[in-house]
């Protein structure tokens, strides 16, 4: 369970990242390429390239939590690629994009076939 704050900013990166960068590689390209602080307490969520693995980087105040899902069916919505930079979204968005619902246009991109 993430239980997100109501002060926390949540940002999109653009495009796809490598899935094999770990805390530091995130935290790096955050601070470098979208010029935001990786330790601001904000939620950042990258895209593989498969579109079916999303990380989330967030800074909770002790430390650095990484968080990451893959998707057995479908893929994670994202914005066109007419966006660079970072895309700020709302806590419900986030919670549908997890769901692999397109959080711009709700739907389910692939539904549960059952439920735990």
Not at 22 to 42: I, K, N, P
Not at 66 to 86: A, Q, T
């Amino acid at each position: 369970m993430l239980t997100i704050g109501s002060d926390v900013k949540i940002y999109l990166a653009s495009g796809h990242t490598d899935m094999r960068k770990g805390m530091l590689g995130l935290s790096t390209l955050v601070e470098s390429h979208y010029s935001l602080q990786a330790a601001s307490g904000a939620m950042f969520v990258f895209r593989g390239k498969s579109s079916d693995r999303v990380k989330i980087l967030w800074w909770d105040g002790q430390g650095f939590c990484l968080f990451y899902k893959c998707l057995e069916k479908g893929k994670f919505v994202w914005p066109n690629g007419d966006i660079s930079g970072v895309l700020g979204i709302t806590k419900g968005q986030l919670s549908m994009l997890l769901e692999g619902i397109d959080w711009r246009n709700p739907s389910w991109s692939s539904p549960p076939e059952r439920v735990c």
